[in-house]
């Protein structure tokens, strides 16, 4: 637990919120500024210390993004110690939320804390908030952008809610699928040995496990993180219903990476720059996290450029630059998958380290997956031969289990547990008139 962890921070911040408040008033301090006596306790909080090793100026902002999300009042009740009659205080900087009742702090209010009125050290301090600073790179805190021609620094300070999550309660919960956030975590109880997939294409597929596996090694170890770009690209491609975003939740499985698959009609607006903010927020969010990225009919995003012939087409272009601007900066793995290789604009196919057909299946393969879909309560009559069924009927794997669904369902219903070829057949044709195969 952090509990003993940020008592002490706080309290540690509160003096030094004090301290500053008298040095304002015109009072000699009898000491000087503290600094934080940090205790490794083996919790969370402890451990991201440990790992960042912020100095005292940057532990101060840190816990200052903190504190309202621990103690709404921490900052009016110091606040109104020395204004007991209430009134504006500017230097303190600060703002109301449009829900939180207390003072969220800015940019201002550190700099108060940290500087007074110490021109050169407002400045030091207003490094902080830079992009190349730490708390920027690794999307940990940052200033609100401010309308046009308001000070920078007035901006509040926003700790990323994932670094709120891990430093309060102590754990990082998946995000849940939102506007802000339009991906499904997607998980399977399957196994590599439930999927039934061309030789070639499994191989292919195994040389990503790989790259998840190695990476690290690879590029920290090894030294290649300079000679070649982060993360690994892939595109599959094949008709619906033949694995691709089966194959994308067995390799986040088998290799401790969560999956996310993207929805893309939460992504792509027809207002003008509104598509780039929703991919922003979203490779914000996927950034350093080791998640799999999966975009299913990826065509709506990325799909072909065209000749611009108006403005619409020049943005839709934008769109499609922003994307892979943000796939080639990801540093995990992103999957494309789409029915038609031929649907994905050139630009981003030259970009993928794999590009997997995922065909049809053969005669011997659709034959594998009848003997896999059926579960061991079913007695499967001897008038069934997978290999000749399979020869008679073209089917996808996702088509075949559809069938054996079917099956069981009526099986339970009948109170049997065999399943013969009359039955069988009914329930292929059913699934063919489904798929608009037969009238």
């Known amino acids: 637990m952090n509990v003993n962890s940020l008592s002490s921070a706080l309290l540690f911040l509160e003096s030094v919120i004090r301290q500053r408040f008298e ?26 210390i440990s790992l960042h090793k912020p100095d005292n100026d940057e532990f101060i902002i840190l816990m200052l993004a903190l504190a309202p999300h621990i103690q709404p009042d921490f900052f009016n009740r110091i606040i109104s110690g020395f204004l007991p009659e209430g009134g504006d205080f500017p230097e303190f900087g ?22 007074g009125d110490d021109l050169k050290k407002r400045l030091q301090v207003q490094r902080l908030f830079a992009t190349d600073h730490w708390f920027s790179k690794k999307h940990i805190l940052w200033l609100e952008t401010v309308q046009p021609g308001e000070p920078a620094m007035s901006g509040k300070l926003f700790a990323d ?38 030789p070639k294409t499994l191989h292919q597929i195994r040389e990503i496990e790989h790259w998840i596996t190695h990476n690290q090694t690879l590029f920290h170890d090894w030294g290649m993180k300079k000679r070649v770009k982060p993360g690994y690209r892939a595109l599959f491609y094949g008709p619906p219903g033949t694995g691709k975003t089966l194959t994308a939740t067995l390799l986040g499985k088998y290799t401790g990476k ?72 990801y540093n995990g793995l992103v999957i494309l998958a789409t ?13 993928f380290q794999a590009i997997i057909h995922f065909p049809l299946p053969g005669a011997d393969e659709r034959a594998e997956i009848w003997r896999k879909a059926f579960p061991p309560q079913i007695e499967i009559e001897k008038d069934i031969n997978w290999l000749q069924i399979a020869s008679r009927f073209e089917l996808t794997g996702a088509g075949i289990i559809n069938v054996a669904h079917y099956c069981a369902v009526e099986i339970l219903a009948r109170g049997s547990r065999r399943l013969n070829l009359k039955q069988l057949e009914a329930a292929i044709m059913r699934e063919f008139i489904k798929e608009g195969k037969v009238v």
């Open 258 to 329: 969560d999956v996310f698959r993207i929805d893309l009609s939460r992504v792509v607006s027809k207002y003008i720059g509104e598509t780039e903010k929703n991919l922003s927020r979203l490779f914000d969010k996927a950034e350093d996290k080791n998640w799999i990225l999966f975009f299913d009919e990826a065509d709506a995003l990325f799909g072909k450029r065209t000749d611009i012939r108006d403005a619409h087409d020049k943005y839709a272009n934008q769109e499609v630059a922003y994307l892979l601007q943000r796939i080639e900066a």
């Open 94 to 115: 600060g703002v109301k939320g449009n829900n939180h009742r207390g003072v969220i702090p800015t940019g201002e209010t550190a700099q108060f804390i940290l500087a």
């Open 161 to 198: 809610s994932e670094i709120v999550e891990l430093l309060t309660a102590g754990v990082i919960n998946k995000p849940r699928f939102s506007i802000d956030f339009p991906a499904e975590n997607i998980e399977t109880e399957m196994d590599w040995d439930d999927l039934v997939l061309h």
């Open 23 to 48: 040095i304002y008033a015109g009072h000699k301090l009898s000491k000087e500024t503290e600094t934080f006596a940090f205790e490794n306790d083996g919790s969370s909080f402890a451990g991201f």
């Open 339 to 351: 029915n038609q290789r031929g649907n994905i604009d050139d630009a981003f196919v030259r970009r």
